[in-house]
């Protein structure tokens, strides 16, 4: 008869799966609301002040979610018809459902990031993307866009000292730069520098608190007075400025940021000891450089299956991942999930590789 802990889903398909604490419980349901237009509401001038101490910012808005942060951050600093420079496999150029294009009205330029290197986009990447003309045109580039952490390779990190280099570069050459800092707690606590260092050299970042934060919704947006005062024009024609009752939502961000950091650090040593675990397995390949905070990147190229055949088969096992592409699977680590669960997930994986040519379907 299998354990009852045996029967648990381990889902490592994502760090937005998180549920809210019961701290955080506790703080919604004594929220006291209030209109948040009119800077109103407690929870939510808390919230914001607690975010522009924590990252040396101006101001700050209130969004939905982080594409939408993301995205109120392209229209802001950039007018439709311009060139927006970002590394090619970023999130906003391939998992926010193209709103720079079909939205925004922007022209995309993607620059390959140095895998060696975390997928980070070097300097004389970023000025020939910038030069490059042809027919005698060159577009009007506007802005510059960061990822941190950079999900498409794993989680890596930027450094405060890259960051300061590459924007250096790009304001040089009059371009705007917003930082896509999702999971920039992750990379503080990777790094162990505060969020300030990290997002100082940009001008605007958009910062998720529903993923490895735990809190139930919501997304930060901190950049200038200036920059936000333009920001929340376009936040009210997309209907992101309209949260009225966003005190029950910002009552649990506050906890998010003053609280969960130690988590993170638990999320990222999991994730480290997983890696170690099924990088032994025939058939699997860890670039264990890019194991720096809780995404582990498993390439089963080798073990010629297919990515999602071998989902299957482990969800069959009560373990969920995420296929990145054909033969790549994303495994996220976040609080839900303890070091039994490492070992049951990694002991899954094995199992499922060595079942090739054994009629499993894989």
């Known amino acids: 008869m299998a354990k009852e802990n ?8 994502t760090d937005a799966r998180t549920l809210p604490t019961d701290e955080m419980w506790e ?14 509401d407690a929870s939510v001038n808390a919230l914001l002040a607690r975010i522009q101490e924590l990252t040396g910012k101006e101001a700050a808005i209130l969004l939905p979610s982080c594409t939408m942060a993301n995205l109120i ?8 018809g311009d060139q927006v420079i970002l590394e090619e496999s970023s999130h906003i150029a391939w998992s926010e459902g193209w709103g720079i294009c079909s939205i925004a009205g922007l ?8 895998k060696e290197k975390g997928g980070r986009i070097e300097a004389d ?4 993307a910038l030069e490059e003309e042809k027919f005698s045109h060159r577009p009007k580039s506007a802005l510059l866009c960061l990822e941190n ?15 300061s280099d590459i924007c250096g570069v790009a304001r040089e050459r009059g371009l705007a730069i917003h930082l896509d800092g999702a999971r920039i707690f992750n990379a503080a606590a990777a790094l162990k520098q505060p969020v300030k260092s990290l997002v100082e050299p940009v001008d605007s970042v958009a910062i998720n608190l529903n993923k490895g934060l735990s809190a139930p919704e919501g997304a930060l947006l901190c950049g200038s007075q200036a920059f936000v005062q333009r920001a929340r024009v376009i936040a009210k024609a997309l209907g992101g400025d309209s949260m009225h009752k966003a005190g029950i939502i910002a009552a649990a961000g506050v906890i998010a940021l003053n609280n969960m950091m130690e988590q993170l650090s638990e999320d990222h040593r999991r994730a480290r000891s997983f890696a170690e675990a099924i990088q032994g397995i025939p ?10 905070t809780n995404i582990v990147m498993a390439d089963i190229s080798a073990s010629g299956l297919d990515g999602r055949a071998v989902l299957q088969q482990l969800e069959k096992r009560n ?5 990145n592409r054909a033969q790549l699977i994303r495994f996220v680590f976040h609080r839900h999930i303890n070091d039994e669960d490492v070992a049951r997930a990694a002991a899954a994986l094995a199992e499922v590789i060595g079942f090739k040519g054994k009629g499993t379907g894989c």
Not at 149 to 163: F, I, K
């Open 6 to 13: 045996d029967l648990r889903l381990i889902d490592l398909s």
């Open 319 to 323: 373990v969920a991942g995420y296929l």
């Open 149 to 163: 952490t950079n999900n498409a390779y794993g989680g890596t990190v930027l450094t405060p000292a890259y960051t």
């Open 73 to 80: 951050a392209l229209m802001t600093h950039a007018s439709r």
């Open 27 to 40: 703080a919604m349901r004594r929220a006291e609301l209030g209109w948040v237009s009119r800077g109103e």
């Open 283 to 292: 058939g699997v390949e860890v670039d264990m450089s890019s194991v720096q």
């Open 107 to 114: 022209l995309p330029k993607g620059v390959q990031g140095a």
């Open 125 to 128: 990447d970023l000025i020939l």
